[in-house]
């Protein structure tokens, strides 16, 4: 049972925008802080950002704070990923996951759930 529903990737131009969406249920919503990481061909996934449950706390990855930003909506039980000046670097497979606290947001390994990943190609 898939828990965890990204979209919104795409193929974009070096500079350009894309808006990532992560649906979940509202059990899983409500429990869970959730983060994106991402997996480029070849190499380890890779943190992103990751939200609190409140939406209080945000953290993200040196590589992309400034230009990426994490959001939630609570009424549509959705984690956003806006993704501003994108550069052929970000491209990779992005994924959402949840975790049941902040500690340690960073290893891959620890979160408890995982959505099916979304293509994200940045090229001219």
């Known amino acids: 049972q898939v828990q965890l529903v990204e979209s919104g990737g795409g193929l974009v131009q070096p500079g350009g925008s894309l808006r990532l969406s992560c649906a979940a249920s509202a059990r899983i919503f409500s429990s869970y802080s959730i983060g994106w990481f991402r997996q480029a061909p070849g190499k380890e996934r890779e943190f992103v950002a990751i939200?609190?449950?409140?939406?209080?706390?945000?953290y993200y990855a040196d590589s992309v704070t400034g230009r990426f930003t994490i959001s939630r909506d609570d009424t549509k039980n959705t984690v956003y990923l806006q993704m501003n000046n994108l550069n052929p670097e970000d491209t990779a497979v992005y994924y959402c996951a949840a975790k049941s606290s902040l500690l340690d947001y960073t290893i891959y390994r620890l979160y408890d759930l995982w959505g099916q990943g979304t293509q994200v190609t940045v090229s001219s």
């Open positions: 939200i609190s449950r409140s939406g209080s706390t945000t």
